[in-house]
């Protein structure tokens, strides 16, 4: 009998660094890529290899999310099976979630329900393709409590990860430390360490009981990557799993062993121009292992005019349906739907997010654009950066964001 999985999505995070794109929605309800929400990449991988008992759970200002998940994600009843979002229940008292450990404590009645053998613990707000099936069946043969998603790095880069230090069979975890500056390089590669995916498999029992342990200690931070896998590490019952050993049906050589955590404007940014290359970094147009999410009745993109310089077009760049690109250029952008771009406008290198307007005449570089923003006729974005400062937030890369429904001036 096929061992019974439990996937929790934990989805409740702030995303601080990513404002102002989560002023006013949770980071997993962050668009991405046109289409879709970042949440709909872990749920399409969990779906994708068939397991369809999902529970998501959320916190902060969950409501977008909480929407998407309830008219996008549905399954067959007549299965059993099912996605649902989970706000924090306050069973154990009149309190939030503490932290992504405390969440799962809070939540034991999902896990005392339906009584799984492992539990999957996964994040919610990075971009990959992944199949959790051959990283279940990993955990169940190693016999571990634990199975933690590494995935391999330059040492030089320790700093900015979680790193897992293995043992010298490389797969039993010796230690878990957060941007380590004395990192230790992998036993076959010693120039690459193992930073953590967030991604965990747990055999139940111990999940629970780790879980409870954690939950009467008042001096943790009740996380799970900083409380309870060091605790199960230090009881020598955590091994990591390889990310590059996940072979996805339909991946490229290019693409292959492709995660990206967007946790910063630049990295959302630089996940999005890796969709538009001729041979694509991250490659969407994978069909057979999709990426889910809501289909609403758009129409086809349209691109219109074509007297003299007024020639509506775009070039290395995604266009959604429901665009209209109208005697304009776009250039490596990704357009989402209900985005209309008017005659003489230039956008490059740009993400405009749904229902975002460009008016005639107007410039539009290295920027991202949130839902709704107007650009009025002859306005310039991205042209003078000392003054786009002064009126928008600029990351430490250039990139100029405008959240959602922000005035633009001319």
Do not use: C
């Not at 999505?9 to 702030?14: H, I, Q, W, Y």
């Not at 430390?177 to 193992?194: H, M, N, Q, S």
């Not at 654009?369 to 991205?382: F, R, S, T, Y």
């Amino acid at each position: 009998m096929a061992a019974k999985v439990l996937a929790i999505v934990l989805a409740g995070g702030e995303g601080k660094r990513l404002m102002p794109l989560t002023t006013d929605r949770a980071k997993p309800a962050v668009p991405f890529g046109g289409m879709y929400r970042m949440v709909d990449f872990v749920l399409s991988n969990l779906a994708n290899a068939g397991y369809l008992k999902i529970v998501v759970l959320t916190q902060y200002k969950s409501h977008s999310l909480d929407r998407h998940i309830t008219k996008t994600w549905r399954m067959s009843t007549l299965l059993g099976n099912y996605v649902t979002p989970v706000p924090a229940q306050q069973r154990r008292g009149p309190w939030w979630f503490a932290g992504s450990a405390d969440a799962i404590y809070q939540s034991f009645n999902l896990i005392y329900d339906e009584q799984p053998d492992y539990v999957i613990v996964f994040g919610a707000d990075h971009i990959y393709r992944m199949d959790p099936r051959q990283m279940v069946e990993d955990h169940i043969a190693s016999g571990a409590s634990v199975t933690v998603a590494g995935i391999r790095q330059p040492l030089a880069t320790a700093d900015q990860f979680g790193v897992i230090e293995v043992g010298e069979d490389g797969r039993r975890i010796r230690a878990f430390r957060e941007k380590p500056t004395d990192a230790v390089g992998l036993p076959d590669a010693p120039d690459e360490i193992y930073a953590s995916m967030g991604n965990y498999v747990f055999t139940t029992r111990a999940l629970v009981d780790v879980v409870e342990r954690d939950a009467e200690d008042k001096t943790s931070k009740h996380d799970m990557g900083g409380s309870i896998i060091p605790a199960l590490v230090e009881r020598g019952e955590a091994n990591v799993y390889d990310f590059r050993d996940n072979e996805v049906p339909g991946s490229t050589d290019r693409d292959r062993g492709y995660w990206r955590d967007v946790g910063t404007l630049d990295s959302f940014y630089d996940a999005h121009m890796d969709l538009i290359n001729v041979h694509p970094v991250f490659n969407l147009y994978n069909f057979d292992w999709p990426i889910y999410t809501e289909q609403p009745p758009f129409p086809p993109a349209k691109f219109v005019h074509q007297w003299g310089e007024r020639v509506g077009r775009a070039v290395a760049s995604m266009v959604s349906p429901g665009a209209v690109i109208s005697g304009s250029l776009v250039e490596n952008s990704i357009v989402s739907p209900k985005v209309k771009v008017h005659s003489w406008a230039h956008v490059d290198g740009s993400v405009l997010m749904e229902g975002v307007d460009i008016g005639r005449h107007a410039v539009v570089r290295r920027a991202i654009l949130d839902k709704n923003v107007q650009v009025p006729e002859g306005a310039e974005i991205g042209v003078d950066l000392e003054r786009d400062r002064q009126r928008y937030t600029v990351s430490d890369n250039g990139i100029v964001v405008i959240g959602k429904g922000q005035k633009v001036e001319p």
